[in-house]
């Protein structure tokens, strides 16, 4: 048994180590400066309560970008130097982001004991690589990003760091299942290398019918593509849907993750799953070939998702309707019925008139998702969902982008149970059209201003929220643009108070609300590694089922020229 002594280590604060809604971003050669990365995490620590970090087991493993094997061994070396008494490191250093919160709320160690919270590496959606980007989150209990109140701590502590404590230990091979044992000052110290898969896997039969999904993807009638972009979530594909689901290995696409994600940019949109959209029959380019019933693919750490009909988008907006209109009919882990559902405020509406159909509790909150972790552990929230590709629901507290494809597919399996030996099957198109005919259409789309200056982006926001204390301008405006478009009625900058914690969060976003149940909303966006990132939003509602097979750049025509 290798033995060490803690060894605390003197260092300096870096400017700029605030965590963003998702964990801290930034460049691969930020974060590989001296004591860059360790100031974070001995900052992170020293905001945890003790009983947390004293004697208590925690999970670090990632998306498997580049870095992340280096990132493991230092942060193993500095849980045993701040006392931690084992830790948990997926095989090879992958988890996916919601397997990771899986593992926190399920996996039970030898003794009895869970994990106590979980470091996440990851730059979610954004490139990896020796230039591109590296991120680093911290997961509380249970299995949900770092409240507000941590992470101000953790920024307040990175301003006035002195040291950090670690330990000189042998590195951990990370690529062998099994438990590796040190002496750490006369106590033991545990790492604890496991089969990345199965904790998750487990969950998810636990949730969906996997027969019944099974039937649907046996069917000759039913093709199925999945694209895991080269991100983590190749570590769960082949083991989910084709050794359990009995899918092809054909339709699985780039389900080999690596740490640059292949060269390409892991984010599941129409513009960077190109080989996917493609083989969906979306792409300008025509292929011979009849494109799949399905198709998926996942972002880097696999928290998002995007879905495709044949030769249809499913915007992610509409996605997360339809799966809460769906999900007690199709999911037995909601057989007795939704709880609540919830909307990040950039999100279409799309979810809001579901709720009101089914009566169900509703709340938009802020972008970020430990609002809805909030919801969840006080039970009012079963599903929810963010514009950006983002779905899920309580059984863990991250978005989960393998979950959304299951109840997908769960969906489809459900509308086509008696329909398998039929002539045609319910397709993703059919469902989606099915349902803006029931509920009307919200057309949406969403415009990104990247690596803006943050001093002129703030200008902007201020100048715009100025503007919203004079309506009959804003609409004087509107209509000298376009006089078909529909009176502004109300303007704000949202915040939200929890209903659960009270806590209240401010400039959040600033809207402008259309009498016809329009929207336009800008926000900036803390997700990217450098610069700012101004979002706009923009919404059409359609009621006249006359009016909702309309091209989406038609209906929102006369709101973008608003804009």
């Given at each position: 048994?290798?033995?060490?002594?803690?060894?605390?280590?003197?260092?300096?604060?870096?400017?700029?180590?605030?965590?963003?809604?998702?964990?801290?971003?930034?460049?691969?050669?930020?974060?590989?400066?001296?004591?860059?990365?360790?100031?974070?995490?001995?900052?992170?620590?020293?905001?945890?309560?003790?009983?947390?970090?004293?004697?208590?087991?925690?999970?670090?493993?990632?998306?498997?970008?580049?870095?992340?094997?280096?990132?493991?061994?230092?942060?193993?070396?500095?849980?045993?130097?701040?006392?931690?008494?084992?830790?948990?490191?997926?095989?090879?250093?992958?988890?996916?982001?919601?397997?990771?919160?899986?593992?926190?709320?399920?996996?039970?160690?030898?003794?009895?004991?869970?994990?106590?919270?979980?470091?996440?590496?990851?730059?979610?959606?954004?490139?990896?690589?020796?230039?591109?980007?590296?991120?680093?989150?911290?997961?509380?209990?249970?299995?949900?990003?770092?409240?507000?109140?941590?992470?101000?701590?953790?920024?307040?502590?990175?301003?006035?760091?002195?040291?950090?404590?670690?330990?000189?230990?042998?590195?951990?091979?990370?690529?062998?299942?099994?438990?590796?044992?040190?002496?750490?000052?006369?106590?033991?110290?545990?790492?604890?290398?496991?089969?990345?898969?199965?904790?998750?896997?487990?969950l998810?039969?636990?949730?969906?019918?996997?027969?019944?999904?099974?039937?649907?993807?046996?069917?000759?009638?039913?093709?199925?593509?999945?694209?895991?972009?080269?991100?983590?979530?190749?570590?769960?594909?082949?083991?989910?849907?084709?050794?359990?689901?009995?899918?092809?290995e054909?339709?699985?696409?780039?389900?080999v993750?690596?740490?640059?994600?292949?060269?390409?940019?892991?984010?599941?949109?129409?513009?960077?799953?190109?080989?996917?959209?493609?083989?969906?029959?979306?792409?300008?380019?025509?292929?011979?070939?009849?494109?799949?019933?399905?198709?998926?693919a996942?972002?880097?750490?696999?928290?998002?998702?995007?879905?495709?009909?044949?030769r249809?988008?499913?915007?992610?907006?509409?996605?997360?309707?339809?799966?809460?209109?769906?999900?007690?009919?199709?999911?037995?882990?909601?057989?007795?019925?939704?709880?609540?559902?919830?909307?990040?405020?950039?999100?279409?509406?799309?979810?809001?008139?579901?709720?009101?159909?089914?009566?169900?509790?509703?709340?938009?909150?802020p972008?970020?998702?430990?609002?809805?972790?909030?919801?969840?552990?006080?039970g009012?929230?079963?599903?929810?969902?963010?514009?950006?590709?983002?779905?899920?629901?309580?059984h863990?507290?991250?978005?989960d982008?393998?979950?959304?494809?299951?109840?997908?597919?769960?969906?489809?399996?459900?509308?086509?149970?008696?329909?398998?030996?039929?002539?045609?099957?319910?397709?993703?198109?059919?469902?989606?059209?099915?349902?803006?005919?029931?509920?009307?259409?919200?057309?949406?789309?969403?415009?990104?201003?990247?690596?803006?200056?943050?001093?002129k982006?703030?200008?902007?926001?201020?100048?715009?929220?100025?503007?919203?204390?004079?309506?009959?301008?804003?609409?004087?405006?509107?209509?000298?643009?376009?006089?078909?478009?529909?009176?502004?009625?109300?303007?704000?900058?949202?915040?939200?108070?929890?209903?659960?914690?009270?806590?209240?969060?401010?400039?959040?976003?600033?809207?402008?609300?259309?009498?016809?149940?329009?929207?336009?909303?800008?926000?900036?966006?803390?997700?990217?590694?450098?610069?700012?990132?101004?979002?706009l939003?923009?919404?059409?509602?359609?009621?006249?089922?006359?009016?909702?097979?309309?091209?989406?750049?038609?209906?929102?025509?006369?709101?973008?020229?608003?804009?």
């Amino acid at each position: 048994m290798s033995s060490g002594q803690v060894r605390k280590v003197e260092t300096t604060p870096f400017d700029g180590q605030k965590p963003g809604t998702s964990g801290l971003r930034k460049k691969v050669k930020v974060f590989t400066q001296p004591h860059y990365l360790q100031n974070f995490v001995q900052s992170t620590f020293n905001a945890l309560p003790s009983d947390q970090v004293k004697g208590a087991r925690i999970v670090v493993s990632g998306d498997g970008r580049y870095f992340s094997k280096d990132a493991i061994e230092i942060i193993i070396k500095m849980a045993a130097g701040n006392g931690v008494r084992s830790v948990w490191v997926g095989q090879n250093g992958l988890l996916s982001t919601p397997a990771v919160s899986a593992v926190v709320r399920e996996r039970v160690g030898a003794d009895g004991s869970k994990s106590s919270g979980a470091f996440i590496l990851t730059a979610s959606h954004n490139p990896g690589g020796p230039n591109e980007d590296f991120g680093i989150k911290y997961n509380m209990g249970n299995g949900g990003p770092a409240p507000e109140s941590i992470t101000d701590k953790i920024y307040e502590n990175t301003t006035k760091i002195k040291e950090y404590f670690t330990v000189d230990l042998p590195d951990v091979d990370i690529t062998k299942v099994g438990v590796t044992t040190f002496s750490v000052e006369g106590g033991t110290f545990d790492v604890d290398v496991f089969d990345s898969a199965s904790d998750y896997v487990k969950l998810m039969k636990s949730i969906f019918d996997f027969a019944s999904i099974r039937k649907l993807l046996s069917s000759p009638k039913f093709s199925f593509c999945y694209d895991a972009l080269h991100g983590v979530a190749g570590a769960y594909a082949n083991r989910i849907f084709v050794e359990e689901l009995g899918a092809k290995e054909s339709s699985l696409l780039n389900c080999v993750p690596k740490e640059d994600f292949g060269g390409g940019h892991p984010d599941p949109n129409l513009t960077y799953a190109k080989e996917l959209v493609a083989r969906m029959g979306l792409s300008k380019s025509n292929t011979a070939d009849e494109p799949p019933e399905f198709g998926a693919a996942a972002d880097g750490d696999a928290d998002r998702n995007m879905i495709l009909g044949k030769r249809f988008f499913v915007t992610p907006s509409d996605s997360v309707a339809i799966i809460a209109a769906n999900a007690v009919e199709a999911i037995p882990y909601f057989k007795t019925g939704l709880k609540g559902v919830a909307r990040s405020m950039p999100t279409s509406a799309a979810l809001d008139v579901v709720a009101k159909h089914l009566n169900l509790k509703f709340f938009e909150v802020p972008t970020g998702w430990k609002f809805f972790g909030n919801l969840m552990d006080a039970g009012l929230c079963s599903v929810c969902g963010e514009e950006s590709f983002g779905t899920g629901s309580d059984h863990i507290r991250e978005k989960d982008g393998i979950w959304a494809v299951l109840a997908w597919l769960s969906i489809l399996a459900y509308k086509n149970k008696e329909n398998l030996g039929g002539e045609k099957l319910v397709s993703v198109e059919d469902i989606v059209r099915k349902h803006w005919a029931t509920f009307g259409r919200h057309y949406y789309t969403r415009y990104d201003y990247e690596n803006v200056d943050a001093g002129k982006a703030k200008e902007l926001m201020a100048s715009l929220v100025k503007l919203q204390s004079d309506l009959s301008e804003v609409n004087k405006i509107v209509k000298g643009i376009r006089s078909d478009v529909s009176n502004v009625v109300n303007a704000d900058e949202f915040e939200y108070k929890d209903p659960v914690d009270g806590s209240i969060s401010k400039h959040q976003g600033i809207r402008y609300l259309f009498e016809d149940g329009s929207r336009l909303v800008f926000r900036l966006s803390g997700t990217g590694s450098e610069g700012a990132t101004i979002r706009l939003y923009i919404e059409q509602y359609e009621k006249d089922p006359s009016k909702i097979g309309r091209e989406s750049s038609e209906a929102l025509g006369p709101l973008v020229s608003c804009s």
